[in-house]
C-alpha cells in the first residue's frame, strides 16, 4: 500500500524570508552608501553637516531674533529690579534701614552703569570702513588722507568687493565688513567691534557685578523664605478669632465652661486678652505673600543661570583684551601660534597698554570718571589704520 504524505513548508519558507530580508537590508545599506559617499567624512564633518540648518537659522533669522533677544533683556532687568525693590528693600528695611539706605545707592550705581552701556552697545555702530572710494577713483588720487590708508588696506573682502583695513571681517549676519570685528551679538541685536566693544564687555561686567550684588543681598531673604518660613502660604499668629463658647482648662485637664460676664465684651465675643507674641518677620510675610515666594524663586533661578552664563564670558574675554586680541583674531591667532613657532601677535603691547587701549584710557582719561561712571568717550585711533609693536617710531596714543 502506498501511503502519501503531505508535508507543508513550514521550516524552509520562514528561513527563505528571512534570507530576503537580510538580503534586501544589506542592499539598501550598500546603495545608500554608495550615494552618499564622501572621502572626507569625519567626525568634524558630520557635526558641520548637523549644525548647517542651524548656521542657516542664525544667518536668515538673526536680524528678527535680535529684536526679540533685545526685547526679552529688557523685560527681564526691569523684572529682577522691580522684584528687588518690592520684595527685598522691606526686607533689609526691617534689618537695617542704614544698610538698606547703602545697598540702595550702590545698586542704582550699578542699575545706571547696566542700563548706560547696554543701550550704548546697541545703538552705537561697531564702525564700518568708509565705502567713498569712488572720490579716489574720480580724482585718480586720494583726495583725504582715511582714503589713502584704504589704498594700503591689508586685504580685499570677497563678498562686499571692497578694500578691507587691518583687524577688520565680514560679518554674516550684517552682510557687511566690521572695523574691529569681535562677534556679532544677538542679545545687543548689534556687531561687536571697534566703536563698541567697551560697552559690550563693560555692560557685560556691570551685569556680572549687578547679579552678584543680587545674590548676595537677596541670599538670606531666600534662606528664610524658602527654606525656614516654608508655611505654605500662611502668616503665623495670624489665625482667625475663634467662633463658639469660651471655655478654660482646670489644672486636671477638664474643659470649664466660662460662666462669668465679665470675660465678655458682648455674648459672642470673649475679651481680648494682649497675649505676648512674637512680631511677624518681614520674611515671614514674603513666605505667605503667594507673589512675593514666586518672585524669590524667580530671582533665584534668574540671577544663578545670569552668573554662570555671564561668568565664563567675562573672564574669556578679559583673557582676548589682556593678550590685545578680538574674538575673531583669538581664535586666528590660536591656531597661527600652533603652526608658527615664532608668531607674536602685532597688537599686543602688554597687558596694562592693552587694557588701557580698551577702555579708551588714554589722553589723560582716568578710571574714576570714564569706567566707573558711564562715559561716551570713543576708543582711541581711527579702526581703520592700527599701531604694531613693530611700529616703535610712532607716539601711540
Ligand atoms: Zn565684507
Ligand atoms: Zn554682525
Avoid at 210 to 216: D, E, H, P, R, Y
Amino acid at each position: 500500500m502506498v501511503v502519501i504524505r503531505w508535508r507543508l513548508p513550514g521550516r524552509g519558507v520562514g528561513r527563505a524570508i528571512k534570507n530576503w530580508i537580510i538580503w534586501k537590508w544589506e542592499q539598501a545599506i550598500l546603495t545608500a552608501r554608495s550615494l552618499t559617499y564622501n572621502e572626507h567624512m569625519s567626525q568634524s564633518y558630520a557635526i558641520d553637516f548637523m549644525m548647517e540648518p542651524i548656521f542657516w537659522f542664525v544667518d536668515n533669522f538673526a536680524k528678527y531674533l535680535g529684536k526679540v533677544f533685545v526685547f526679552c533683556v529688557t523685560i527681564l532687568t526691569s523684572l529682577v529690579v522691580v522684584i528687588a525693590y518690592w520684595v527685598g528693600l522691606p526686607y533689609w528695611w526691617q534689618r537695617c534701614p542704614y544698610t538698606s539706605v547703602f545697598l540702595v545707592i550702590f545698586g542704582n550705581w550699578l542699575l545706571l552703569n547696566i542700563t548706560f552701556h547696554y543701550y550704548m552697545g546697541v545703538i552705537t555702530p561697531p564702525g564700518y570702513p568708509p565705502n567713498d572710494l569712488s572720490v579716489v577713483r574720480r580724482h585718480g588720487r586720494p583726495r583725504r588722507k582715511k582714503d589713502l590708508v584704504l589704498l594700503k588696506a591689508a586685504s580685499i573682502c570677497k563678498k562686499c568687493i571692497a578694500p578691507k583695513p587691518p583687524r577688520t571681517h565680514h560679518c554674516s549676519v550684517c552682510d557687511r565688513c566690521i572695523l574691529g570685528m569681535d562677534h556679532h551679538c544677538p542679545w545687543l541685536n548689534n556687531c561687536v567691534g571697534y566703536r563698541n566693544a567697551r560697552y559690550f564687555y563693560l555692560y557685560m561686567l556691570y551685569m556680572l557685578a549687578g547679579v552678584t550684588f543680587i545674590i548676595v543681598a537677596g541670599i538670606d531673604i531666600g534662606y528664610q523664605v524658602l527654606w525656614l518660613n516654608d508655611t505654605g502660604g500662611i502668616i503665623p499668629y495670624n489665625d482667625p478669632d475663634l467662633i463658639g463658647h469660651p471655655v478654660r482648662m482646670n489644672q486636671s485637664g477638664i474643659l470649664v465652661p466660662v460662666k462669668v460676664i465679665v470675660e465678655y465684651d458682648s455674648i459672642n465675643f470673649p475679651r481680648e486678652h494682649n497675649l505676648p507674641m512674637p512680631p511677624v518677620t518681614e520674611a515671614q510675610r514674603i513666605a505667605a505673600h503667594p507673589w512675593k515666594r514666586k518672585g524669590v524663586v524667580f530671582m533665584a533661578v534668574t540671577c544663578v543661570s545670569v552668573v554662570l552664563a555671564l561668568g565664563g564670558l567675562v573672564i574669556l574675554h578679559a583673557k582676548n583684551i589682556s593678550r590685545g586680541e578680538t574674538s575673531v583674531e583669538a581664535a586666528i591667532n590660536a591656531k597661527l601660534r600652533k603652526t608658527k613657532k615664532k608668531f607674536r601677535n602685532p597688537y599686543d603691547f602688554g597687558r596694562r597698554k592693552n587694557w588701557k587701549l580698551f577702555l579708551g584710557l588714554t589722553q589723560g582719561r582716568t578710571f574714576l570718571r570714564h569706567v566707573l561712571l558711564p562715559s561716551s568717550h570713543g576708543p582711541a585711533g581711527t579702526g581703520i589704520k592700527w599701531h604694531t609693536v613693530d611700529n616703535t617710531l610712532e607716539d601711540w596714543p
